[in-house]
């Protein structure tokens, strides 16, 4: 029987809360996996064990756990039974040997790398890791190498078992989705805020979308294109909300009364008003942007400052020190690119000014809301604001809430 042997490592960190941070961690890989069959998934001194069935796809499983927060690595392994006060290494010595008779990677050289979990084993990590190189230098004429080499055996023992595994693949690290709260993240269909959402994930965070559509000035391809992007991000956090705000009417009111070096920070600032209030709908403790310090004008230092001003919960920007091939490289990782680099009308295109302030102060922008009926906007697109839910692993298409 295969199983998947799972490490962590800021979780462990945690103290007296670690067990709380585990149990997240551990209904979030169920989860992940629950289309597979798999119900398996149980603490085991700092690791965490995923029995899996015999017909069970390992491509498919080490695919859904590199995207599990709060993993920092994971192998396939196999157990093999142990006894702790008096130890043979035959049985796991020979079962090694035997798979890497049959592995299909050839390799020149090894090295065994044991860990104990439990100490009252009367062997060593290095009294096991030289009995087992020893048999398998025996068993394949391969050469020991500590340094670099070509494959390393991985063994875990613990209490009534050892597990050994031939790789070790790499997870996203993070914490657990869910241990940080909620918040509100407002998503475009570009290549940025997508990042942003990620980011704040992998903090522990869920995410609550928000999406501002030039509708009904514009078609609702950057509707369709925004539903996409949060479809594969809620392959990080397996159940998403997104609000679809129609903006286009908003802005054509701003447009009508406000000077055209200032919309684009009249325009942020009600985004900020409306997203801020369904944040509270959605007890979120904060809001996310994906802004990037001097990327365009509405992200100048100054006009940073003004757009927060409206702000009625905190502001996070976690792209705000990354440059732009920074962001477009982790959003190829993370599998938003494409779809972010596909054309659409999104409100920000929206009668744009030729020569947007950079530099607006806020006496200014105060003194040009007096002339607007800001609380019955901020109200207009909230009471507008069309939500769907979304699920991972996909069940059903998304369909706006009741």
């Not at 594969?232 to 009111?253: C, D, H, M, N, W």
């Amino acid at each position: 029987m295969k199983h998947v042997i799972i490490h962590y490592h800021e979780l462990a960190l945690k103290g007296r809360n670690r067990d709380f941070f585990e149990r997240r961690l551990i209904q979030n890989i169920r989860s992940s996996l629950r289309d597979l069959r798999i119900t398996r998934v149980e603490s085991l001194r700092s690791r965490i064990r995923i029995v899996l069935p015999t017909d069970a796809n390992h491509l498919q499983v080490a695919d859904r756990l590199r995207r599990v927060f709060g993993i920092a690595n994971f192998s396939l392994a196999e157990a093999v039974e142990l006894n702790l006060a008096n130890p043979n290494l035959d049985g796991l010595a020979g079962r090694i040997g035997k798979a890497l008779l049959h592995h299909n990677d050839p390799f020149e050289s090894f090295r065994v790398t044991a860990r104990r979990a439990d100490k009252r084993l009367v062997l060593t990590s290095m009294d096991v890791e030289r009995a087992v190189g020893a048999h398998v230098h025996q068993v394949t004429g391969k050469k020991v190498r500590l340094k670099n080499p070509d494959l390393t055996v991985y063994i875990h023992l613990l209490t009534k078992e050892a597990y050994f595994s031939l790789d070790k693949i790499e997870g996203p690290g993070g914490m657990p989705v869910g241990v940080s709260g909620t918040v509100a993240c407002l998503i475009s269909g570009g290549i940025d805020s997508p990042v942003a959402a990620y980011r704040m994930m992998k903090r522990g965070c869920n995410a609550v979308f928000v999406h501002f559509s030039g509708r009904p000035l514009v078609s609702r391809a950057s509707e369709e294109k925004v539903r996409e992007l949060v479809q594969i991000l809620t392959a990080y956090q397996y159940r998403s909300k997104l609000y679809v705000v129609p903006f286009g009417t908003i802005q054509r009111e701003i447009v009508a009364q406000a000077p055209a070096p200032y919309r684009v920070v009249l325009y942020r600032r009600l985004m900020v008003r409306i997203a801020g209030e369904l944040a509270q709908r959605e007890k979120c403790w904060g809001l996310v942007t994906g802004d990037s310090l001097g990327q365009v004008a509405s992200q100048t230092p100054e006009n940073l400052t003004v757009i927060e001003e409206a702000a009625e919960v905190p502001i996070l920007r976690p792209l705000i020190g990354m440059d732009k091939t920074e962001i477009t490289r982790q959003a190829e990782h993370i599998g938003t690119f494409t779809t972010s680099i596909e054309p659409d009308e999104d409100c920000c295109s929206l009668f744009t000014p030729p020569h947007p302030s950079t530099r607006t102060r806020i006496d200014d922008i105060r003194r040009i809301e007096r002339s607007f009926d800001t609380g019955g906007l901020v109200k207009q697109g909230v009471d507008a604001a069309e939500p769907s839910e979304f699920t991972f692993p996909l069940r059903q298409a998304p369909t706006p809430s009741s």
